[in-house]
């Protein structure tokens, strides 16, 4: 079984990271060249995005094969090697598995356009008008959830772009082929898979209209999530495998049987609720200021919960879609370098397992795009249109993409101050960030405080820290709207964490005593404060005798 406390896991979004062949595009072979650079930073596992065969019209989130590699990333033997060479050095790999839908380019969706009656099945196809979809849902990505067919005279649902269309997980043939999936990556070895947006796959029985939003009240954690997920762990034989499963707009009590072992589905959850605490009504592409209130209760809730009833979560700020923590919840400026490690340390020192997502141990920033033509994205380029049509003005939604944009994440890993940040010798797919002769690995391997240090030490402390890995955990000062703290205790140790999550100064009125050995921290050390400085974090280590 593997030791999730213990375990910190690595996020690689391929077509960034690294590019072995000057094309421009990051590809297997690049992760291959950078391992010793991962296995520096002491994680137990590197989670890939997709790399299968694909359009890439959601960047391999659409997927025509899931047995085959996609040519611009390299090749089975390829997969193999990075999969062989990572065990070598104490590392396993985990698959992104994207079974909510496929491409409309997969065999399967063929099949059944050309009318096939047993394919029609694998998918969600209602009769109807072609101007009257069957229900009035939205997409992820924009519009109408729904697709025509006219050769068929039916619609099919699409919770993503048109091109991606959902699974039937009712019928038993399906749930079959995506089971051989797993059988045959366990096979070659990989360690691990994440489930893309896994809480999406059971739809209700009957599909109506959602007069109160748009649509997910029916299928989020829908009506039998959890058997299919039974049903796919027991006969695929992963329980003791590392899974964990995206899940979108869930609740506490779903991601407690999601991954309470005694449930037998997956080992932990992603869920986003602490990343929506600066949407606007909870409409991401409008504005606001984080909620620091709200980021607090979250927290607490999700890990005290979590915690009561034998839930695991996955503890994490970046992925590939989400845009940078230090640009959104830190300090792009004077402070960068303190609140991107006060930002690591809150999430390094939580129960559960934390996720690194590629740049983010450099303090990576938002891409500072000023053009709409530098975005890639098919949700940016959906909802620049959308926020025109709605009646904002360009600068005005190009200022919305800066903040939100899933392609802040995207921009080329920055390896050195070189040609494109050294991550290719051609000029990248995407445009890089315009901060890389600054931040990149080069100059922080050199600089013995650097953010990527800092983040190796967090690493190391949960491997050596039982108190870290399993200690139970309790919050503090509930009433400091900028202070996160919280306490963590197992057998005679107890773990102490302050964060300050301004940029201001933080007065603590009765003074804050630090007991014990100093374990980490952004700032010289001290033992008495009256007040914290601009997110300034600390961690001590009690141990009772
Ligand atoms: C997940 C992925 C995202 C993708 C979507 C549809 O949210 O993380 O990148 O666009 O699912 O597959
Ligand atoms: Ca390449």
């Known amino acids: 079984m593997t030791d999730l406390g213990k375990s910190t896991v690595y996020q690689i979004y391929p077509k960034s990271f690294y590019d072995s062949n ?29 790399f299968f065969l694909s359009p890439l019209n959601d960047n391999g989130y659409d997927v025509e094969n899931y047995l085959k590699i996609h040519p611009v990333f390299g090749t089975m033997e390829d997969v193999e090697e990075l999969i062989a060479k990572a065990e070598e050095r104490g590392m396993g790999i985990m698959l992104d598995m994207v079974f909510n839908h496929t491409s409309t380019r997969h065999e399967w969706f063929q099949k059944a356009l050309a009318g096939e009656k047993e394919y029609i099945d694998y998918y969600i196809f209602r009769e109807g008008e072609e101007d009257t979809p069957p229900t009035n849902w939205q997409s992820k990505f924009g519009g109408s959830a729904w697709e025509y067919v006219p050769s068929l005279k039916k619609w099919y649902l699409r919770l993503y772009d048109r091109t991606q269309a959902d699974l039937n997980w009712e019928n038993p043939k399906v749930r079959e082929e995506l089971k051989e999936v797993i059988r045959f990556w366990k096979k070659k070895g990989v360690k691990g898979f994440r489930f893309d947006v896994v809480n999406l796959i059971s739809k209700p029985a009957v599909f109506e209209d959602d007069f109160q939003g748009d649509g997910r009240r029916f299928y989020c954690d829908g009506p039998h999530v959890h058997e299919f997920l039974k049903e796919l762990v027991r006969d695929t034989g992963i329980k003791d495998m590392i899974t964990v499963g995206e899940m979108s707009s869930t609740t506490l009590e779903n991601c407690i049987r999601y991954s309470n072992p005694e449930e037998k589905e997956l080992s932990m959850c992603f869920n986003f609720h602490h990343l ?9 592409w409008e504005l606001m200021p984080p909620d620091y209130r ?4 979250l927290f607490e809730d999700w890990q005290t919960g979590m915690q009561k009833y034998h839930g695991w979560n996955a503890l994490f700020w970046c992925n590939h879609d989400q845009p940078r923590i230090v640009s959104r919840f830190g300090d792009e400026g004077k402070y960068w370098k303190e609140s991107a490690k006060m930002l690591a340390t809150m999430i390094h020192m939580l129960r559960g397992t934390p996720y690194i997502y590629q740049g983010e141990e450099l303090g990576m920033t938002n891409a500072g795009y000023q053009d709409i033509c530098q975005y890639q994205d098919v949700e940016s380029i ?26 802040n994440a995207r921009t080329p890993m920055q390896w050195d101050a070189g040609a494109y940040a050294g991550f290719s010798k051609q ?27 800092y983040y ?3 690493i190391a402390l949960r491997k050596e820290y039982p108190v870290i890995q399993k200690g139970a955990v309790a919050f503090l000062y509930p ?3 900028k202070i996160f703290a919280f306490r ?9 964490v302050i964060n300050n999550l301004s940029g201001q100064v933080v007065s603590m009125e009765d003074g804050i005593t630090c007991e014990g050995k100093y374990l980490i921290g952004n700032y010289p050390v001290k033992k008495e404060w009256n007040q914290l400085e601009p997110y300034e974090s600390i961690v001590y280590l009690k141990e009772r005798i």
């Open 427 to 453: 000029e990248p797919w995407i445009a890089l960030a315009g901060n890389y002769q600054s931040v990149n690995v080069e100059n922080q391997e050199k600089d013995k405080d650097s953010v990527l240090n």
């Open 382 to 407: 959906n909802y620049y249109d959308i926020m025109l049509k709605a009646g904002k003005g360009r600068e005005e939604a190009l200022e919305v993409l800066r903040q939100r944009s899933r392609d």
């Open 456 to 458: 190796r030490k967090l």
């Open 488 to 496: 963590r205790i197992w057998e005679n140790q107890e773990l102490f």
């Open 276 to 284: 929506k605490v600066d949407y606007k009504d909870g409409d991401k």
């Open 479 to 481: 009433e400091q709207e």
């Open 294 to 297: 709200k980021l607090k209760s």
């Open 22 to 50: 000057g094309d421009g595009i990051g590809d297997i072979r690049g992760i291959i060249e950078k391992l010793d650079y991962i296995q520096s930073l002491g994680v137990d596992y590197i989670w890939c995005t997709p």
